[in-house]
């Protein structure tokens, strides 16, 4: 485990950005674990937790859930998913975000 802290400015969130691949760096390069960040995260070996969260508010939440499926190898088929959760007669433009948060982010599902 490795905590990675800075004060303001010091490049702590573009770091974590490079070992995630978000960002690529302008000279040098990245390595995680002796292997490309690529590598590493498509290897499992590599996990984040930020400061701050929540979930995607411009996705949906069937959108939110296949999302999630496509991390992990054994999962059920996400209408299998939604309708175990009850979550099948949402409406298609409801977002993960914030309850009765539609995805235009207008606050109106």
Known sequence: MVALLGTDGAGTTTTI???LEL???DASSVAVLGTSP???IAEGRVAVVMQTGG???ALTVGDTVELTTDLFTDTGPVPEVLERAGLTGSPAGV???APGESS???GSP
């Open 38 to 40: 690529h590598h590493a």
């Open 95 to 97: 977002s993960a975000g």
């Open 104 to 106: 235009s982010g207008s």
């Open 55 to 57: 979930l995607l508010k």
């Open 17 to 19: 950005d490079m070992v």
């Open 23 to 25: 960002v690529r760096p």
